[in-house]
């Protein structure tokens, strides 16, 4: 199915879900997913079981938490998720252990002026003139590696490490050594309190001294609540037991709000095998764009990307320059567009909902077919560097418009491309378009009120905006993959429990995602995918695809697909090609192929364009609503006189 919006009804669709949701969270577009309930007679049950470890806490705080030893969640209408909870106080031997390996593996430093401003607000009276800077990921690993050593490991999906260890002669926090193919730079000292990801453990400093994330390079700045000094006490700024244990109940709960469920976007792409990336740079410069794009995007690592958030699925990425001209809507748009300078440069500010209806009315947008899902990226670019803006005060790089496309901006909102790559930007937005959120958006497991904390976008994960993607260990990212494939095999479940034939496989996937057991070669959705694969393999189709262009485009190089199913395509393409021994030619044909298994064709992207009478009649629609609305306001004004 193609999910073209060219009609008025989809274009005002589009209006009126950003009105709601983007003065929240622009690149989310998502509502709460999960609440707490108590279900009847679910179909799938998954149960997952969490290991809470205590290193250094007192013991009289720990027996002062009251967890209750389950909570249940509703994941869809018919399935649930179970967490069983298990509580362990680390012995002393291996907290010793532990403190000598934090001693042996931290930088002694001079203080970062976010620890200067913490001992000047609490406590003048301490004599520390040192912080302690410890590596995130190398402290994961080895808490990771003592659980595993001390505890029956292979039976708890995740875990939680809860680390209190004071230290009276500096201060201690966590960094990031960054070191990306597309960028080559370190970013260091960056006060974090809490780290995870590259495991199934997340662990938590209680006595580490943060810095405030996220700063105002970050789109969603002065929403929710901040990692900062203000926000985060360490336990020996607590008066009581009680509040000591209070606050620890309350950072446990929300790791399995923001981190174990995984809020997913309600208006996700449903799962499919095969995934198409079609990359399009529309390069509005004197001919530099593309190259400058590209000299900050490399095509491995987003597959490497895409691959650790779903292992199980095929991704192929496309990449194809498309060069401006004078007369394209784009063109006036950008013509059209506000100017702010900042760093002694114009910047072209970008209106998001323009942005939007110009895609969705003139480029092609998401196709889910069969088994394949084709997702369009636009990277825009001009001679002066480019980001997004909502309602005058959200600023961004890109966003996922869901079953439309993804739009970036080159540089994006404080070169935020530039800082990270290309290629974690759009592994970013694509996220979004398959459903995850970013981690700090969650919500309480007790209450079930949504909610923002950032202490959870401490994750190796493209979903972070805290720079932590650095410490990935080249492994999958944990927290994500294994959501998406909880979702991923309730999608097939739902695509094959009526058929009879699949009823043992789809039983045993049950059985096995009743222990969480999802990834990997012997996983629940292994054998989903496998038998769903076999089903597809029975059938072949014949599909008519009709495009027509309205707007000449020259493109540089050919576009190649691959195209694993069997079937018949009859397509009218209208293109400029380029080719190295022809001059520039139009060429306007039908051509009817028929595509074998696995043959590669040479295609070209063919650009769309709104016929401009929907265009006519969409602003007559804007002007005729304004009318009624300010007539109905000077009839009820008269009755209220009367």
Same mark, same amino acid.
């Given at each position: ?539 072949? !189709? =014949? #599909? %008519?695809? &009709?495009? /027509?262009? $309205?707007? @000449? ?6 576009? *190649?697909?691959? +195209?694993?199913?069997?079937?018949? !395509? =009859? #397509? %009218?393409? &209208?293109? /400029?090609? $380029?080719? @190295? ?6 060429? *306007?044909?039908? +051509? ?7 043959? %590669?064709? &040479?295609? /070209? ?38």
């Amino acid at each position: 199915m193609s999910y073209h919006i060219l009609g008025i009804h989809r274009i005002l669709a589009i209006l009126v879900v950003a009105s709601i949701l983007l003065p929240v969270n622009v690149l989310n577009n998502s509502v709460l997913a999960y609440a707490p309930v108590n279900p009847t007679t679910p179909r799938t049950v998954i149960n997952t079981r969490v290991l809470i470890v205590y290193a250094g806490i007192n013991e009289s705080i720990v027996d002062s938490i009251n967890l209750e030893p389950s909570y249940l969640f509703k994941l869809t209408n018919n399935s649930v998720l179970n967490i069983y909870l298990e509580e362990e106080i680390l012995p002393k031997r291996l907290y010793e252990n532990l403190t000598r390996f934090i001693d042996e593996n931290s930088k002694h430093m001079s203080l970062a002026m976010f620890m200067k401003e913490y001992l000047e607000r609490y406590h003048s009276e301490w004599n520390i003139t040192t912080g302690c800077y410890v590596r995130a990921d190398i402290m994961e690993q080895y808490l990771y590696d003592t659980v595993t050593r001390t505890y029956n490991n292979t039976s708890y999906n995740y875990v939680l490490f809860l680390l209190y260890y004071p230290q009276d002669k500096c201060l201690r926090t966590y960094y990031i050594e960054k070191y990306f193919w597309e960028i080559h730079s370190t970013r260091n000292y960056t006060g974090l309190v809490a780290f995870g990801g590259n495991t199934p453990l997340f662990f938590i400093d209680f006595s580490s001294i943060p810095v405030t994330h996220p700063d105002k390079t970050q789109p969603l700045y002065g929403y929710g609540i901040p990692v900062s000094i203000d926000t985060f006490h360490p336990l020996w700024d607590m008066s009581s037991m009680e509040e000591k244990a209070r606050v620890i109940r309350k950072y446990i709960l929300d790791y399995l709000g923001f981190l174990v469920l995984r809020r997913l976007f309600s208006d996700r792409i449903p799962w499919t095998h095969e995934y198409y990336v079609n990359i399009s740079i529309i390069d509005y410069t004197n001919g530099s764009g593309y190259g400058r794009v590209m000299s900050v995007f490399n095509k491995t690592l987003l597959e490497e990307y895409l691959h650790a958030l779903t292992p199980y699925a095929k991704w192929r990425i496309n990449i194809v320059r498309v060069p401006g001209n004078s007369s394209s809507l784009f063109k006036k748009l950008l013509d059209n567009s506000s100017r702010t300078v900042e760093d002694n440069k114009t910047w072209i500010v970008l209106d998001y909902l323009s942005t939007v209806l110009l895609i969705s009315g003139h480029y092609p947008v998401v196709t889910v077919m069969e088994n394949k899902t084709t997702i369009p990226v636009y990277i825009f670019v001009a001679e002066k560097p480019l980001h997004f803006e909502y309602n005058r005060q959200l600023n961004f790089t890109g966003a996922a418009i869901p079953h439309v496309a993804i739009i970036i901006s080159y540089p994006g909102y404080y070169y935020r491309i530039l800082e990270e790559g290309m290629g974690m930007v759009i592994a970013h937005e694509i996220g979004h378009m398959i459903g995850l959120t970013h981690p700090f958006e969650g919500y309480d497991p007790v209450t079930g009120n949504e909610s923002m904390i950032w202490l959870y976008d401490y994750i190796a994960s493209p979903m972070s905006y805290a720079p932590t993607l650095a410490g990935w260990n080249r492994g999958i990212f944990t927290y994500d993959a294994k959501s998406l494939c909880r979702y991923h095999a309730l999608d097939i479940i739902g695509l094959l429990k009526d058929r009879k034939e699949y009823e043992d496989v789809v039983n045993s996937a049950e059985k096995l995602l009743s222990m969480d057991k999802c990834l990997g070669s012997n996983g629940a959705l292994s054998i989903l995918v496998e038998a769903y694969i076999k089903q597809q393999a029975h059938t072949s !189709t =014949t #599909k %008519t695809i &009709t495009v /027509t262009e $309205t707007e @000449t485009v020259t493109y540089e190089r050919n576009h *190649t697909v691959t +195209i694993s199913l069997l079937e018949t !395509t =009859t #397509k %009218t393409i &209208t293109a /400029t090609e $380029t080719t @190295t021994s022809v001059a520039l030619e139009t060429i *306007t044909n039908t +051509i009817t192929e028929t595509i074998l298994k696995e043959e %590669t064709v &040479t295609t /070209t992207i063919v650009v769309e364009k709104i016929p401009s009478w929907i265009t006519y009649m969409f602003g007559a629609l804007i002007v005729l609503s304004i009318i009624a609305i300010v007539s109905a306001i000077i009839v009820l004004t008269r009755r209220s006189r009367e």
